[in-house]
């Protein structure tokens, strides 16, 4: 089902020409309404009516994730707080969070866009939709919340945590349709097979996850464990929070973008040049309809492509490949780049290895040492020494294959990996400890 076939199966030339509009519309208000971006855009010598073209938009300049901490809390914000009814924020590892703003119009179409990937996802009016992504200043809980609703199917508004409740409450409840992150959704099948209950005595038919970057291969095994289709859905709180693109059911091939709300393009995070069509690079994205808070040329961060195909679902809309990870994820060991997500898609590859691992991040000297925890299987690590041997010597192989580049493993015992009801946290990073706190 299609939630907003109008736009999502729009002819591309009209898309285009919606987009160019909204785009002008946008910048006006941008540079009437918010200083930083009148002082960024007369810094590069340019005014909105100099772009006359949606490819024009490559000559403004990019916001980032500084110009949130400049404006911190509420400088970004392009109307008057008083049609502010809504605001989220990102945690932030590291300085002040980032703060974001919505309009009552901007919830309106926040809920149709979640409407649209819930849609795509494969869940309808009679699905029972059980959100275990957190309520809260999290975009993920209340975001998909709303577009539950819109679409009139049930919801349950769990929140994370509490996994045995999770089961139960699927169980008991009926719930059809699973969303939250992959890692969760696959602790909550392992806390399943602990509690003996099995995906056949639970109506659950699809899941729809998202909030972090997952594989193929952990699709697969997901799909597997909990008898379900799984979907990818991207988004990013700066941006609106989930809703930005979604998979569909029918292909699993890439996310749609909802390109009648952002205009993307992918650039080379070095240059800052934009690539061509279904070249990997950085993300960035323009909103073309947000009212609170509008970004221009927002630099995400993350890796993907871009790609039209025609789409058995009959979308028009582009597809962004799942994101493989961030510019900023990037280790860079003995010179080889090397994301988490190549490591999870490697193991998985591997027969007797758990999909639970963590990558420990220190310095030696001058140069980044790496070390990946994989957590064996029950019959495995309490089998012989010989045996466990022999894996360790396989994933030692596996890997380096998979990364160009030899790196050390250590196997660890079932279930010792921290399990999260959020975001895995699949790296240690051991090289920035405050030296206040060092003993040498
Ligand atoms: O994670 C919004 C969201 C909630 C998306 C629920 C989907 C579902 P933030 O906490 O601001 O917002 O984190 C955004 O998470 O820049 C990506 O690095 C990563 N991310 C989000 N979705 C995906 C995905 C939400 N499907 C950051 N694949 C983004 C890979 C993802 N990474």
New binding site residues.
Partial sequence: MIFEPEYECMPRDELKILQFYRLKRQLRRVYERVPAYRKKMEEAGIKPEDIRSLEDIRYLPFTTKDDFRENYPYGLFAVDMEEIVRVHS?SGTTGKPTVVGYTKRDLETWSNLTARVLAAGGVRKNDVVQIA?GYGL???GF??HYGAEKLGATVIPVSSGQTKRQIMIMKDYGTTALVCTPSYALHIAEVMEEMGVSPEELKLKVGLF?????TENMRQEIEKRLGIDAT???????VM??GVSGECIEAKSG?HVFEDHFYVEVINPETEEPLPEGEWGELVITTLTKEGLPLIRYR???ITRLYYEECPCGRTLIKMS??SG?TDDMLIIRGVNIFPSQVEEALLEIEGVSPHFQIIVDRKGYLDEMEVWVEASENIFFDSMKKQKELLDRITEHLQQALGVKVKVKLVEPKTIERTAGKAKRVIDRRELPSHGRKD
């Fill in positions: 990102s992504f999290f975009t993920g975001g998909l998202g909030a972090e970057p997952w990818d859905n991207y988004g990013l709180s700066e929070g989930p996310l995400t961060r993350d799942k994101p961030r």
